[in-house]
């Protein structure tokens, strides 16, 4: 491990990150849609009564959940472009080991996440949702852990990946269904086998489930949550490390077959 | 990467202290291929040294060997007194690389490229805060150290790219076809900062091209061809091995020719394309008189010159060496940078 590696591919993810404006502007706009057409559309025809909360207070913790996803994703795919561009070569001709490569290019990626999905809680209020804020560094948490986890599973793909077109393609094979899977929309409690296996394999779950677990106590009775909830966060933030351990291990050793 | 691996010679530092690079039987293999076949040399500290071959000759897959990029398939390399299969990282630390291809990142301004390289490298922030003053001032691009790469011209990437390969003070610099795609403006200038680079700094140079008269500028070149070296040597000599001048006619009737000059001062006349007919003489001053008096088939144009390495790399490989075209790849990637990305 060679910190000051880890630390200048850290610096150049945040750099360029902060000099695209309009990747900053959009990644708030496509939370905003979700929240304002898809919740709004559901909640009319939903059985709100059901969950025990409003359908959009019950959507929000997924939604940050979802962008902490799709922003990781999206910083990973800076390994594919460094490829392309060339630039990858002058990172693996360095005398720096792989993992320290890995470790720097997906602390990038959680910290431009997280640090994303902290700022999304200002929407809060827009839906009517107001929460103490001593769970914020509870919440930060999560948000850094489900960061680290998908730029993990983000750098593993990419670095298998030979071109931009097929990393693009793959994400969106999989976004979606990880994130319809993930409980952000509805809850995992009643649904078929098969989903509840498919759910269990999607680390977007237990970011998903944290998130609502710590939002939401605030706002129903704790006889209540446990309907919509599936585990405490404890739990839940096992379940993370665990993915996180196994899908940067396996980016690490996809790095070093490349090359 | 393949695993057949022969147990490398061990160099010790001590016992060839002035030879930077020493390479023995180098083999590399892809599949039924073989790249580089059997490639041996060393180069002096202090050298520039050319690797002058065709595409495709292996001279890209020596320096993908030289770099730890690729394992060699058998023989051994050894870069300051490391070896290249063995001391991967003290080989790494020991090489500044200017690939063929830009390695910058373009969204960054050319200190933040230094600064990224420098820290990969292990330089301290107190040295790289001295080399990158000196590093801009070499390559001339102090002035433009805020902008972001992207802004630069092709010439100046290469420069900066240059620049960057020498922040970590490597032992030694490797240039892949370092003048490739450049307008020969561009080419002479940065030619200057290389000879400046060898002259100011000592600097070991191993550098490929597949330009005749860039590989005038070595010390010594190796000739590639088909993965074997066919030559080695100064350009000077290896100029000289060609016999004096050359003397090309254009003539109608090149058979005929070809036999008089053999009747008549039993010399081995070439016949290239297009009714040429070439000779090598030891002066042609003093010989083309002879040729207008004595001759008797009709020659059309004359012309004599000093032999070029063009001429060495036609009589060593029986082929001249192309210019190449831009790949289809290349093509896109230079208008997806265009279009900004």
Not at chain 1, 83 to 93: A, D, Q, S, T
Not at chain 2, 141 to 168: A, F, N, P, Q, W
Not at chain 2, 244 to 267: C, F
Request: charged share 25%; with cysteine; aromatic share 10%.
């Amino acid at each position: 491990m060679n910190f000051s590696a880890i630390y200048i591919i850290w610096e150049r993810e945040i750099i360029r990150y902060w000099r695209d404006k309009i990747r900053i502007v959009t990644t708030f706009i496509q939370p905003l849609m979700f929240l304002a057409i898809f919740g709004t559309g559901l909640r009319s025809t939903l059985a709100s009564s059901s969950l025990g909360i409003d359908f959009l207070k019950f959507m929000f913790p997924g939604i940050i959940a979802m962008n902490v996803m799709g922003v990781a994703f999206f910083s990973t795919i800076s390994t594919v472009w460094d490829r392309e561009f060339g630039f990858l070569k002058e990172i693996l001709v360095a005398p720096v080991s792989r993992i320290s490569i890995v470790f720097g290019k997906s602390l990038g990626a959680t910290a431009i996440a997280a640090t994303q999905a902290l700022l999304l809680l200002i929407l809060a209020p827009l839906i009517g949702l107001s929460f103490p804020l001593s769970i914020v560094p509870e919440l930060f948490l999560f948000m850094l852990l489900l960061a680290f986890t998908i730029s993990g599973l983000g750098l593993l793909i990419a670095s298998l990946m030979k071109s931009l077109e097929s990393f693009g393609l793959l994400m969106q094979l999989l976004v979606f269904p990880m994130f319809f899977l993930s409980g952000a929309f509805f809850p995992l409690q009643n649904v078929p086998g098969w989903m509840k296996i498919l759910s269990a394999v999607n680390p977007l779950s237990y970011g998903v489930d944290a998130l609502r677990e710590i939002i939401l106590r605030t706002q129903i009775a704790p006889g209540e949550i446990a309907k919509i909830i599936l585990r405490s966060p404890v739990e839940n933030a096992g379940y993370l490390v665990l993915f996180s351990i196994i899908l940067i291990f396996a980016a690490v050793v996809a790095f070093n077959r490349q090359n | 990467m393949h695993g057949v691996h022969v147990a490398p010679v061990q160099f010790r530092v001590s016992r060839h202290m002035e030879n930077v690079i020493e390479v023995k039987n180098l083999v590399k293999k892809f599949g039924e291929v073989t790249a580089v076949d059997g490639v041996s040399f060393e180069v002096k500290k202090g050298e520039i040294f050319g690797f002058l071959g065709p595409n495709g000759a292996g001279k890209s897959t020596t320096i993908s060997m030289l770099s730890t990029l690729a394992e060699p398939t058998s023989g051994s390399a050894a870069i300051n007194g490391f070896d290249v299969s063995e001391n991967r990282d003290d080989v790494r630390k020991s090489i500044g690389l200017v690939f063929q291809d830009p390695t910058l990142d373009d969204r960054l301004t050319a200190e933040e490229n230094l600064r990224f390289h420098a820290r990969l490298y292990g330089v301290s922030n107190e040295d790289y805060e001295k080399r990158v003053e000196e590093v801009l001032d070499l390559v001339e691009l102090k002035d433009r150290r805020h902008d972001l790469v992207r802004t630069y011209s092709g010439g100046m990437k290469r420069r900066l790219e240059i620049g960057r390969g020498l922040i970590h003070y490597p032992a030694v610099l490797f240039l892949d076809e370092p003048t490739i795609g450049l307008d020969p403006q561009t080419r002479a200038h940065l030619w200057e900062y290389i000879l400046r680079l060898k002259k100011e700094k000592e600097m070991t140079i191993f550098m490929t091209t597949h330009y005749m008269n860039e590989a005038e500028y070595c010390d010594r070149i190796a000739i590639i061809d088909r993965g074997k070296i066919v030559a080695l040597e100064t350009p000077e000599r290896l100029k000289k091995n060609i016999g004096g001048d050359i003397i090309q006619m254009k003539s109608a009737e090149k058979e005929k020719l070809v036999r008089e000059i053999k009747e008549k001062y039993d010399i081995g006349a070439k016949s290239g394309e297009h009714d040429i007919v070439q000779i090598e003489v030891a002066n042609a001053e003093t010989f083309l008189p002879r040729l207008f008096n004595e001759l008797d088939t009709k020659i059309n144009s004359i012309e004599m010159r000093r032999p070029t390495l063009d001429d060495v790399f036609l009589s060593l490989t029986g082929k001249r060496i192309r210019e190449e075209h831009a790949s289809g790849k290349d093509d896109i990637r230079a208008h997806m940078r265009m279009r900004g990305r």
